[in-house]
């Protein structure tokens, strides 16, 4: 059956034959309508033989899956190892999510990349910017930032929670699209949230951050 190789996940991504292709990957939503489909391999060459000695060229990187989870809305959406950017904005991935947390979200925010082993944000022009803790993601100061588990990443104004979540070790198994959601809200649900001590009208994960509420720093 045709198929298409998901260039933000690497899940492929398979219809029957006579059917339309669908518009988003079923693992990480991307949009795939615009990719050209692969058309079946009738008779697939084995992996030992020396025609097909780049079997494994294609694949993703492995590594822990990024959660990226909205302090607004208890909802999140998914990152997965790539060897390409993933861009995160209203039209882009996680705009399901980011459509109800904010319009002030930009269509296209922020990126997102996998680099030996770590993940690292950049902001895209975004109209209300992209902040790591209290450091404004900029072309000088900090172009790039290290994402690490449990940091509180905004756009915008906007909060959100990123953990780092590590594959499920039982091999074979497909994981549920939903369930990396269930996951991070019991790890944002346990974990201690630190006051704005100046409007108290803001909660953060982490005990230095800047209050997008009322832009006092605490720390």
């Known amino acids: 059956m045709p198929s298409i190789n998901c260039p933000n996940c690497g899940n492929l991504v398979e219809w029957p034959e006579?059917?339309?292709?669908?518009?988003?990957?079923?693992?990480?939503?991307?949009?795939?309508q615009d990719l050209t489909a692969s058309p079946p391999e009738p008779n697939p060459v084995s992996e030992s033989t020396p025609e097909n000695p780049a079997n494994s060229a294609g694949n993703p990187p492995e590594g822990p899956v990024l959660q990226v989870l909205s302090q607004a809305t208890q909802e999140s959406f998914s990152v997965f190892p790539s060897s390409t950017p993933t861009i995160i904005g209203r039209?882009?991935?996680?705009?399901?999510?980011?459509?109800?947390?904010?319009?002030?979200?930009?269509?296209?925010?922020?990126?997102?990349?996998?680099?030996?082993?770590h993940y690292y944000v950049t902001d895209l022009g975004s109209a209300n910017g992209t902040f790591v803790g209290e450091h404004k993601l900029d072309c000088k100061s900090y172009p790039n930032q290290q994402l690490k588990d449990g940091q509180a990443l905004f756009l915008g104004r906007e909060p959100f929670v990123v953990r780092l979540i590590q594959e499920d070790p039982q091999p074979g198994r497909v994981p549920n699209a939903a369930e990396p959601n269930r996951i991070s809200l019991k790890v944002a649900e346990s974990a201690p949230l630190y006051e704005c001590q100046s409007c108290f009208n803001y909660r953060s994960p982490v005990p230095e951050f800047t209050c997008p509420k009322c832009n006092n720093y605490n720390g």
Not at 92 to 97: A, I, Y
Request: hydrophobic letters at 30%; aromatic letters at 10%; charged letters at 30%.
């Open 91 to 117: 039209h882009f991935v996680g705009k399901l999510v980011l459509e109800k947390v904010s319009r002030k979200i930009s269509r296209k925010h922020c990126e997102i990349r996998y680099e030996d082993g």
């Open 18 to 32: 006579g059917l339309a292709p669908p518009i988003e990957c079923n693992n990480c939503f991307y949009d795939i």
